[in-house]
């Protein structure tokens, strides 16, 4: 079967520095992603990762490792604006994307 | 570039009837849209794909007689929930991908809170 798993919840301080993990199975790969969604609202693009790696885009990391069937998602200097659930899909074998259950962050001051 | 629109953003619906939710990708074409659901406190749960000017393709366990999908241009797909009950209601997101982005990101609208009653 094909599977993803993210931790459900997470806490940290405002200013600090947190990483969320992200394993998956899939029958396929070809590209994992973290999108950004607050309560209430539809999903956001934070990052695209296809090759090993860090790919860093301002207060936001992504890395991935294919043999490892690993990525996180690395947010420094914490806003209170970052309180949010942080969802990792995978990009599959037919091209459809395959969602984790996110993690909901909690961000405190 | 790359906006989605939903309408309504929100409804409230009496049990046994019928709601049409539309989904548009304004700056684009999409000749594949994608309709998801989410329940409070869980993840996106793909529904059904769109495809412009054919039936949709409808994931396992989703009934396509109660989810009824139109897809007749190419900046418009609309889902029709019907003979709707409570526990239908639900977080209803749509995505599309602009043919210009060469990875599959998908770009969301805003979502539908449905109510049933």
């Known amino acids: 079967g094909q599977n993803i798993d993210q931790p459900t919840e997470m806490t940290a301080t405002e200013g600090a520095i947190v990483q969320i993990n992200c394993t998956y199975q899939?029958?396929?790969?070809?590209?994992l992603f973290w999108y950004q969604q607050h309560a209430g609202e539809a999903p956001t693009f934070l990052s695209y990762?296809?090759l090993d790696g860090l790919e860093e885009k301002g207060r936001f990391s992504s890395f991935l490792s294919r043999s490892k069937g690993y990525s996180y998602l690395l947010l420094k200097e914490l806003q209170m604006k970052d309180s949010a659930s942080y969802l990792c899909?995978?990009?599959?074998?037919?091209?459809?994307?395959?969602w984790g259950a996110g993690t909901k962050l909690i961000i405190k001051p | 570039g790359a906006v989605v629109s939903q309408h309504p953003s929100w409804v409230i619906c009496k049990s046994g009837t019928s709601v049409k939710i539309e989904c548009r990708s304004l700056?684009?074409?999409?000749?594949?849209m994608f309709w998801y659901r989410q329940f409070p406190k869980q993840s996106l749960m793909l529904m059904a794909t769109?495809?412009?000017?054919?039936?949709?393709?409808?994931e396992q366990g989703v009934e396509k007689d109660k989810f009824l999908i139109n897809h007749a241009s190419l900046t418009l797909s609309t889902l029709t929930v019907t003979s709707a009950h409570p526990e239908d209601s639900s977080f209803y997101i749509c995505?599309?991908?602009?043919?210009?982005?060469?990875?599959?990101?998908?770009?969301f609208g805003p979502g539908t809170r449905l109510t049933v009653l």
């Open positions: 995505s599309a991908t602009p043919p210009e982005i060469s990875y599959n990101e998908q770009f």
């Open positions: 700056d684009f074409q999409a000749t594949t």
């Open positions: 769109s495809n412009e000017g054919s039936k949709a393709t409808y």
């Open positions: 899939t029958s396929g790969f070809n590209g």
């Open positions: 990762n296809v």
């Open positions: 899909a995978v990009i599959g074998s037919n091209y459809q994307l395959i």
